[in-house]
């Protein structure tokens, strides 16, 4: 139950114009460290701990770990849409706040690469948001699995897992350049090994990148809805 005071605490964690630039940063949707946010508010590492520690506790931040890193992002879609009134209603004096740059410089690395077994970039990240918007994934930030007719689909195209490797069967990955999450475990395994064994995809030699073929463009178009724009320029 919502109560006057706790409307009151959350104005007033939004009201510091140090953590309303945290939560603006993080309104794209992705997932930044400490330190990148301290820099978008301008202040000290220590301050911004201060301030992410009660932005956590306030249950607007939540904070992910990925091995030795902890990122933060936004609790939920109303949360932003909190902070969007917020913005909306003080339009003319609010300043604009940049998200910080996150991952490799390379283009061809930020497209799509490996990351271990599976595949990360913008390309696995697209990959992970197709099948949960179509229904075929249900992915929480522990685990996920597939719908019946995500079973299907992957059968269909044959990119279906091969069988249990005694790990996990899908596990969300926080992509580093992305700041989203893209599919590790067998499933993640099994996208990258079905998606080079169709020609859709290929490696690039000396590096981890990956290059979308012509036909792997089209296929990933027609079966997933993935848009332009993975491939490089001509």
């Known amino acids: 139950m919502v109560t006057l005071a706790r409307a009151a605490a959350t104005a ?11 939560l603006t940063a993080t309104l794209d ?30 249950g607007l931040l939540q904070v992910l770990q990925q091995g030795r890193h902890r990122y933060y992002r936004l609790v939920a879609p109303e949360v932003a849409a909190l902070v969007e009134s917020v913005m909306q209603a ?31 970039g913008r390309l696995g990240v697209a990959l992970c948001d197709a099948l949960v918007e179509s229904g075929r994934l249900e992915l929480t ?14 059968d269909e195209l044959d990119l279906a897992p091969q069988g249990p490797s005694g ?9 580093w350049s992305e700041r989203r999450f893209h599919l ?5 395994r099994g996208l990258q090994r079905g998606l080079l064994e169709r020609g859709w995809i290929r490696r690039v030699e000396g590096s981890r990148a ?13 079966h997933f809805g993935i848009a332009e724009g993975l491939r490089p320029a001509a």
Request: charged share 20%; net charge positive; aromatic share 4%.
């Open 12 to 22: 007033a964690l939004i009201g510091d114009p140090s953590r309303l630039a945290m």
């Open 29 to 58: 949707g992705r997932a930044y460290t400490a330190g990148e946010l301290a820099r978008v508010a301008g202040v000290a590492p220590q301050t911004a701990s201060g301030h992410l520690g009660q932005l956590t506790a306030g």
């Open 90 to 120: 003080t339009a003319s004096a609010l300043p604009a706040v940049s998200a910080p740059a996150t991952g490799p410089r390379d283009a061809a690395l930020r497209r799509a690469r490996t990351c271990y077994d599976h595949l990360a």
């Open 141 to 154: 930030d522990d685990g996920g699995a597939l719908t019946q007719a995500g079973r299907r689909f992957l």
């Open 167 to 175: 790990g996990a069967f899908c596990r969300p990955c926080l992509d």
């Open 184 to 188: 590790a475990g067998e499933l993640g």
């Open 210 to 222: 990956i290059a979308v073929t012509p036909p792997g463009a089209e296929g990933l178009r027609r």
